[in-house]
């Protein structure tokens, strides 16, 4: 390819692995996808292309989809060892901002609910609510009629609305929530920890990144009981992190988070979800094969002032 046509491709690199991002929940998947169809356009008659942008926009759509149906994906969703994979404030691959419904796209909450839907409808859903698709270019996109796509949005829009019911935040309110909660674990007093809960709170984790399916914890009493003893620090747990940790607070798919790190790195990622000024969900990360991204862009960015200077 010659350099115009390549510098095509990548002009809409960003946008591209955001729809990835969005339809798959998952960073890794999203930049294979990307670079999939980067292989089809280098392999494509591009003559015969009137408009690159939609043409690219159908092809990571629906290489996107067919991962969403393959064997491996169904097993893993099924296995309950299935989190969206976090992403930093900033990140590129979060994608368009402008609107509400586009920060709330990228979510936790929202990517779980799109766990809920169909294929088709995910799909539909985030062409027309985060990329401002109109339903003919969906139907075009989707191969199906202009009723589906609204049907499909329909439908996609009402499972959504009804779940979803986390606040946006800015980093200074996540500071605060993110100081309080970390305060509240290291106190060892799980009653300090149950007051920051919802009544319904619910947490995952992944175990340290050592469990093969994730641990649910459904209650407020519990989640606190297991928080707390997931913060005292002990030499086993120094050990396994092998470097001085620090604890700091950050923006994670809109939400605040607690950033476990190390001067090598992220060492762990805990995303606070939060309805009515109270923590409704918790999503404990600690696997590379989840945190990657967010290690990468950690390492690249400043970072603000540690919550806790030494763990």
């Known amino acids: 390819m010659d350099t115009a046509t390549v510098a095509r491709f990548e002009a809409g690199r960003a946008r591209l692995a955001s729809l990835a991002y969005r339809l798959l929940g998952s960073a890794a998947d999203a930049e294979d996808v990307v670079q999939d169809a980067f292989l089809r356009w280098q392999a494509a008659d591009r003559e015969y292309i009137e408009t690159p942008e939609a ?17 491996q994906a169904r097993r893993e969703r099924a296995a309950g060892a ?32 799109l766990e809920t839907l169909g294929p088709v409808e995910r799909a539909v859903y985030v062409l027309r609510e985060a990329f401002s698709h109109s339903h003919a270019e ?3 996109i989707l191969e199906i009629t202009e009723s589906a796509s609204q049907q499909h949005a329909h439908r996609a829009r009402r499972r959504i609305a009804a779940g979803r019911d986390t606040a946006e935040i800015d980093r200074a309110a996540a500071r605060r ?5 970390v305060a509240a674990a290291a106190s060892g007093r799980t009653e300090q920890l149950v007051a920051l809960l919802t009544d319904d709170a619910t947490a995952l984790s ?8 994730l641990r649910r914890i459904p209650t407020p009493e519990k989640i606190a009981a297991v928080t707390r003893a997931g913060f005292v620090p002990t030499p086993a747990k120094r050990r396994l992190v092998g470097a001085p940790l ?25 995303v606070l979800e939060v309805r009515d000024g109270k923590i409704a969900s918790i999503s ?24 806790v200077e030494s763990w």
């Open 177 to 181: 929530i993110v100081e309080a909660f």
């Open 82 to 113: 299935w989190l969206p994979e976090p992403l930093l404030d900033g990140d590129p691959m979060l994608g368009p901002a402008e609107t509400a419904e586009q920060r709330e796209s990228v979510t936790f909450a929202v990517l779980r609910l």
């Open 246 to 270: 620090s604890i700091y607070a950050a923006v994670v798919n809109g939400a605040p988070a607690v950033i476990a790190a190390t001067a090598q790195g992220v060492a762990g990622v805990v």
């Open 284 to 307: 404990g990360m600690a696997s590379p094969s989840r945190t990657g991204r967010v290690n990468e862009q950690w390492l690249r960015g400043e970072h603000p002032d540690p919550v």
């Open 206 to 213: 992944d175990g340290a990144g050592l469990a093969e399916t």
């Open 55 to 71: 043409w690219l926009t159908k092809v990571v759509t629906n290489l996107s989809l067919d991962r969403l149906r393959s064997a």
């Open 138 to 140: 969906i139907a075009e």
